[in-house]
């Protein structure tokens, strides 16, 4: 099979945009008029009410369409390039390696600014990727639940270091507001470096193709003429900088790059191309929800977005695992 037939098989056979993308669509749309009008802060009768909603509610709403959908696309690469449905950034250390990298800027360069700090998250991300990834190549068994497994076990040593490292400066307290992912904090000034992220979006789409030829094995991709090595290069890259970026803007939303292409592949299969629309819209929906609830829950006050993600990635990732799914795994 050449490379152009290979590539046309991997192509849909459905189109990206039709109805129900458009209505759904819609109904995100509706979602992120909601989040603009919904806080503590009464901004139609207060004389800076157009102020704080230019301030605070178009970042924040803004922060939660880029995050959500990068996160998503980014679980759904993970997911290719490991041939696993149970992996994504926080479930292979990717999420702690960037805290480790804010944490050691922190520490040794307390002077830099937010770019710097963004580029050592990126960077230290992008080791953790590869310290997975090479990690992956040595265990044998290789199941859908054994891969997961190794990712948390490597994130928890991170975490443990971290903590103790940041315990032992100090800096504990900037640990736990960076676990604790949440758009709180997401103000005019400090979330443009999120746009960032549209850029790995586009880089997805283009590279979609050549991520799904990997997703079927090295030997398959080396078969039809493809550099796999390169790929999971290209592929790591995007997963660290759409990693390290959102962790320092937002902190990390756990298990949402778990959920989303799981909810997604469960109503339209697995064909990457053309699940790509559907999982960012479903990574804007459920995190735009999931924030929607922790801002309203207990108001006045506001839960962190990733404590209701927890929860409710826990539980799905709970269901998969006791229910099984088809084509979990293409590699076992």
Known sequence: MTITET????????????????????????????SLFTGEYD???????????????????????????????????????TQNKFVEPTTTGTT?????????????????????????AIVFAFIGSMVFFLFLRRVSLRSSLIVPIVGMMLGAVVSAFTTFFALQTNLLQNLGVWFAGSFTSVIKGQYEVLWLVLLVVAVIFWYADRL??????????????????????????????????????????????????NIVSMFRGDDLRSNLPWVALTGIGVVTICDLIGRTIIAPFEIPVSVILGIVGALVFIGLIVKGRPRVSAGK
Do not use: H
């Open 212 to 261: 799904t030829v990997a997703g079927l094995g090295q030997e398959f991709a080396t078969n039809v003429g493809l550099n796999y090595a390169q790929i999971m290069l290209v592929g790591t890259a995007l997963i660290a900088i759409a990693t390290g970026v959102v962790t320092v803007v937002v902190g990390s939303l756990p298990f949402l790059g778990l959920i989303v292409p």
């Open 43 to 81: 901004i139609f009768n207060k004389a800076d009410g157009a102020t704080m909603f230019a301030i605070t509610r178009i970042p924040r709403t803004i922060a939660l369409v880029l995050a959500g959908a990068a996160m998503a696309m980014c679980g759904l690469v993970m997911q290719m390039l």
């Open 96 to 120: 702690e390696w960037a805290s480790l990298g804010l944490l050691f800027m922190l520490y040794f360069f307390p002077a830099a600014n937010l770019l710097q700090q963004m580029t050592a």
């Open 7 to 34: 590539t046309r098989v991997s192509r849909t056979r459905n189109s990206l945009v039709s109805g129900k993308f458009l209505l759904a669509s819609l109904g995100i749309v509706a979602l992120l008029v909601l």
